[in-house]
C-alpha cells in the first residue's frame, strides 16, 4: 500500500538558518502531495500541497516540489523564524491520505 | 468559517468502559474523516464518510470500534470496550468537493484508557 516516510526529529535549528525536511513516498498511480504543520496547542493544518509531478507547492516560504523521479517531496525554508517551531507532517494520496510520522522542528533565537 | 468542532477534549477512563467522541464538521462539507493518532506517529486513518455512507472503513477494528453520521453531518466514533492500547488522540477532519484535497483538522480527543 501506500506509505510515507520522513526524516525524523527533532531538528533544532538557529534562526534564519535554511531548513530541509525529507520525505518520501511510495504510493500507486499519481496522488497529490501535502505538508501538514501542527503548531502547539492547535490541529493540524495544510502548509502546502502539489497535484502532479514537477508541481512546486509554496505558503509562508516554505517550498516543496513534487519529484517523481526521486518519489521525493522535501520540505525548503530558506530562513526560518522561531514561529515556525512545530511538527510538520508529509501526506500522500487521493481522498484517502497517508501521513508521514511528523517532524518536530525548533527553531531557537 | 467555523472549524471542526470535536468534543471531549480530553477523556480519561478505566479499561474495558465504553467511550463515545463527537465532531462536528464544517458546514457543507460532505466528507468526514476520523484518524487516530498515536503518539510521536502520524495520524492513521479509522473511517471516511461521503455524506452519511461509509465508503472507506478497512482500517477500523470493527470489533470494538463503530461510528455513525446520521443525516450526512455530525459525527461519532464508539469504542466498546477500550483497551489500554486505545490510547491516542482522535482526530476528526472534513473536506468539501470542490476542495477535496485539503483536509480541516478538527483539535481532536486525547483519550487515556487506565
Known amino acids: 500500500g501506500d506509505s510515507v516516510t520522513q526524516m525524523e526529529g527533532p531538528v533544532t535549528l538557529s534562526e534564519e538558518a535554511f531548513l530541509t525536511i525529507n520525505c518520501t513516498y511510495t504510493?500507486?498511480?499519481?496522488?497529490?502531495l501535502f505538508w501538514y504543520v501542527q503548531y502547539p496547542g492547535e490541529g493540524l493544518q495544510l502548509l502546502l500541497k502539489?497535484?502532479?509531478?514537477?508541481d512546486k507547492g509554496s505558503n509562508k516560504g516554505f517550498e516543496a516540489t513534487y519529484r517523481k523521479e526521486t518519489t521525493s517531496f522535501h520540505l525548503e525554508k530558506g530562513s526560518v523564524q522561531v514561529s515556525d517551531s512545530a511538527v510538520y507532517f508529509c501526506a500522500t494520496g487521493t481522498y484517502k491520505y497517508i501521513f508521514g510520522t511528523g517532524t518536530r522542528l525548533k527553531v531557537l533565537a | 468559517e467555523a472549524g471542526v468542532v470535536q468534543s471531549p477534549r480530553y477523556k480519561i477512563i478505566e479499561k474495558k468502559q465504553p467511550v463515545a467522541f463527537w465532531c462536528n464538521p464544517i458546514s457543507g462539507h460532505n466528507t468526514l474523516y476520523w484518524y487516530r493518532q498515536n503518539l510521536g506517529q502520524g495520524p492513521e486513518l479509522l473511517i471516511r464518510?461521503?455524506?452519511?455512507?461509509?465508503?472507506?472503513d478497512s482500517q477500523l477494528p470493527k470489533d470494538r470500534f463503530s461510528a455513525e453520521r446520521l443525516k450526512g453531518v455530525d459525527s461519532t466514533l464508539k469504542i466498546q470496550p477500550a483497551e489500554l492500547g486505545d490510547s491516542a488522540v482522535y482526530l476528526c477532519?472534513?473536506?468539501?468537493?470542490?476542495?477535496?484535497?485539503?483536509?480541516?483538522f478538527g483539535s481532536g480527543t486525547q483519550l487515556s484508557v487506565l
Open positions: 464518510y461521503e455524506n452519511e455512507e461509509a465508503v472507506d
Open positions: 502539489a497535484t502532479k509531478a514537477d
Open positions: 504510493a500507486t498511480g499519481y496522488p497529490s
Open positions: 477532519a472534513s473536506s468539501s468537493r470542490d476542495r477535496s484535497e485539503k483536509l480541516f
